[in-house]
Nanobody, 121 residues
């Protein structure tokens, strides 16, 4: 059983930056692909980015390419999402999740509780 705890959410102005972190415990962190998802009010949860087991492979949805960067430190059981040039439409609850697959559409087995990011215009 893997436990995931996100942190770093908050209020930020449009054009600003925010770094989200996710701490994992209870499993072998390096055996999981790590992903970030988000859910805006009234919308379905959507995939944002994922990073492979070793950290040398990443995938992003088009709307965040060039603005967001996912990274991981296996020695610290942590994954981060650096978000730059934030837009009001990035406002959402952001979730960290773990999977055994590295591809778009993968199923994620473990989830954090989420952290709210609000981007003001």
């Amino acid at each position: 059983q893997v436990q995931l705890v996100e942190s770093g959410g908050g209020l930020v102005q449009a054009g600003g930056s925010r770094r989200l972190s996710c701490a994992a415990s209870g499993g072998t962190f390096s055996s999981y692909v790590m992903g970030w998802f988000r859910q805006a009010p009234g919308k379905e949860r959507e995939f944002v980015a994922a990073i492979n087991w070793s950290g040398d492979g990443t995938i992003y949805i088009d709307s965040v390419k060039g603005r967001f960067s996912i990274s991981r430190v296996n020695a610290k059981n942590s994954v981060s999402l650096q978000m730059n040039s934030l837009k009001p439409e990035d406002t959402a609850v952001y979730y960290c999740a773990a999977s055994v697959e590295f591809r778009f559409g993968a199923s994620y087995r473990y989830w954090g509780q989420g952290t709210q990011v609000t981007v003001s215009s």
